[in-house]
């Protein structure tokens, strides 16, 4: 019946996203997660990269799926019969920000499209690809914080 | 298949509340209201009267039921195999309480109880049950905020 | 042309509100002090020693009056004409709560009442009268935080 | 005799800004809206364009007058004898930077410079300049945002 | 050379409490657990029963001793020569609050006195011991909360 | 014993900073004052620059010593045998931030690394180096916010 979509740039994919994707996988039928493919943030990974990565991690879960999309979230939402949008929330910066957001989206959309809020595991609250992308520049170790094969990919990138 | 149960004193429900239902009705296959009977609080209306008016106010959305319930929320989940709750979001100060309740939730139940988070339409954002029994106290109109059968109790509860 | 008014308890005035008192009578052509004798709370001065202490620190400002009101404050603005709420702000937590307030008070009086709110100086950012009322039932000296007749005051409740 | 100066980018104007202006109007004798015309930013709409949309959605408020200025924006309130500063508060983390700004306002100004803040409509308080421009970029309606003739430069402004 | 002191109710200690008594028994020479004695707020636990189930979680770490104290900190702390309050921050709201205090206490201890802050470990950051009492109360199981000592106090005072 | 140190860009240093010095060092044995000597940020002042002006700044404190250091901040630290980070806290939006950045360096450094956080003092509480740089940019006077030969410096760069 629902269709929940889990969008974000995910560059590169943490323990945090994978968490927050598991568990809106036992409440919703389906979840999409979807890659925002805009260029303007000059990503580490690529798109293609990007939906690689995502899409082994999730290799195991039935109801998960990977896209990647272009423009407006909500966009994509309607033209693929989409109505909840599943978001991770971490602080409270982040809460003001992602409540902007999910109040214009409803209004745009005509309150056909809502939003859902899961809070971080405790074990992850610190995470973010930022302080990740950081950590794998200097050598440090990052597979407390993501999958082995990012790791490995990220290992890559930096040479080191 | 998920069953998910949104929590509260609702003395008395209000727009806001009734928002979150509506809305969590279209994401779950069944919500369940369930109303706190803990009189420990003084609430104005008793735990009857509110389930009552919880009644009428959803009577028109057939995959909400309402219950009440004492003790722990997570042990009255348990009992009846619910393992998602929704809460609404209306500002910064709840939402630092409510992630904790949701974390220690979460460890409580060995991460079988889930918490999702909707926030609060911008056009009930400022509604409380506590400023409706002010407003009411001193006879001012609370049509705008709750449905004229509990204006209706709020006037003979206060006889104004 | 505009009149404001700046509700609260002061129990007892500090230099906090003096300080907000002495701003926006610069701004506005009347600035009334309005004491809530809501006697709910159980305050330490009678709503008549608050009226005494604020008539008495206000003296000098000459477009600022006390007055003491009871029920809703809304109420009393329509009935006395006064369409502007001054508020001090000190922390993100009275932000949240004084923004409800403010967003209630403006729908329920139809847009005809409106908040303006005053950051509080930053010397007296710290200032709570009720961390003065702890300070002063210790005997420890308040002079530092609110009028010379005021700490007087204090003593005398305390006996010390 | 209470002159008040309400600044931003304003790039473009949004109904947001308009209702904190005309709010303000009914407060003030006179209100100047002060567009900043730093081009560090890279705004959208050059200052003049931003002159002209701001001087017609104001045109039929008479106390309300459009500026644009350089630099400091202390310095140009005091070489034209305006002592308050108007701002809009949408949400937690704009609190805490407009606190910082205000304070260090009345500093450098030796407490000639004050700051009030109003508490943006409930209704646009999801609204920013920033989320019409992005709106806009993919040719989604904004007129629920700005007022047409805004509308229409932003058309035109993205060619579609 | 410097001494701290760590004070609150511990009504009952968790292990958030042992964590933040652990981390600065490494940063000062001397940590002093102040449990406040005040009756006022009706704790579970006499301030003896406190004291007891602190010294016992307490006795392995040298260098912490645990004692009671009346009336204002900042006197126990002068009568001691004791200059630093160590204080665990959980959430934005504690923040606030602690900031307040903080503030208050330098400002009446002419800067003799000083807050250093330690960040709640991410495993505990949910915990409090109002939560804690509250499970206990319901014949929950809390020895992921509270030392094995401590849970059996809280099934002995509630009977269960 | 405990050596503790004291991160930071210093562009410039301000008396908010000096203050957090000045504090900590009555607090721990050793206080370094790390200068993160990173261009990517395009700092005013080059690192030798900052490293000058600090070492002016915190002459006559024995136990202060002023470093610059590259890369990641624990790495620097494990090299150097220091284990607690002196943070200063000046706002809501800081405290989310510094708070994940603690736990991850706790994390990543397997509990070996600790940091404290102090509370800005109430009179530095507006100070931040970007707003001294804009300031001074535009010719404003910036003694009160930094010490002399700083305010000088500022002036040589800016040719004001």
Known sequence: MSIAIYPGSFDPVTFGHLDV???SSTMFEEVVVGIL?????????????????????????????VITFDGLLIDYMKAHDISVIVRGLRAITDFDYELQIAQSNRKVSCDTIDTVFLTTSIEYAYLSSSIVREYASY??????????????MLKNKFNN
Do not use: C, Y
Request: charge should be neutral; charged fraction near 30%; avoid cysteine.
């Open 21 to 23: 994707i598991k568990r």
């Open 37 to 65: 493919s805009n260029n303007a943030k000059h990503p580490l990974f690529t798109v293609e990269e990007r939906k690689d990565m995502l899409e082994k991690a999730v290799s195991d879960i039935p109801n998960v799926s």
């Open 139 to 152: 050598g440090t170790d990052v597979t407390d914080f993501v999958p082995k094969h990012v790791a490995q």
